[in-house]
């Protein structure tokens, strides 16, 4: 077991070194259930993925050299399969899925019989294959002109809900309101931001809006694993807190939707700013 693990271990520090990243699920006899343990690692691997960007990823399933012809290759197509679900929960695109197939049954080598066992417990197993995207070419654009009609004062702020003066498409970045590194809670420093936001938003219940989650410190479009939770959701679980503690203080749900973003829209400054969650105006009615 020792021997195994160590090949374990070796099979996934290695494929970090390669152009192509690669990581191998092990399988318990006759199952395509992952285990709990073959779990965690893929939860690893997945997580060292945020910072690249992804051409592609291949997924293919494996069996021992016991069972028939017939049945290694269904079980190893449902392997793959498997491994397709998980990484789709865990926030992998996919549409970066392109190939996943069952190929059937490892022939055994043996040197020594005492190893069999230990050979056999390697090949049943999922091998994962991601091809990192190559950096593209930087070209020179010119600086577009900067015109009056785009300035820092169009920004809206809570101000202007209590002013009245929001209309359908302006978007509020609820400053002030941060979140803890890797959860779905507010610092506790942001309770009284809430606190006011929640009193203007009862006294307006003319305005209907949508509540968007973001996040940092990812690659491209993906979200972020709640650390809590172990999904990777983060940018909705943001949202969900903000629409919770406001239907907790009153604010009708009717008027509410909640919405993850991803990190579709980072603002380029500091990743504390891009932990964030931002109100869009979607229906303003008459004061009452």
Known sequence: MKHLFL??????????????????????TDEYDVPLTEENRILLFISNLDTIAIQKISIYGFTDDRGSNDYNLELSQNRANTIKELFAGYGIDESLITNVNGKGEILLKVLNEEEVHQIRGLNRKVEIIVTPKLPEKKTITQPEEVTDNKTDNSKKTTDDIAKGTIK????????????????????SE???????????????????????????????????VDKKTKKRNLSVARAKYIYDYLAKKGVDKKRMKYVGMRRKFPLGGSPELDRRVEILVTYVGKAE
Request: aromatic share 12%.
């Open 7 to 28: 090949i374990i271990l070796l099979s996934t520090t290695l494929g970090f070194s390669q152009s192509e990243l690669t990581h191998d699920v092990y399988f318990n």
């Open 190 to 224: 942001s309770k009284k931001t809430l606190e006011d936001l929640a009193k203007i938003l009862v006294a307006k219940k003319n305005i209907y809006f949508t509540i968007q989650g973001h996040v940092c410190c990812t690659q491209m479009s993906r979200d972020a």
């Open 168 to 187: 359908k498409g302006d978007k509020i970045t609820l400053d002030k309101i941060y979140f803890k590194t890797s959860y779905s809670y507010v610092t």
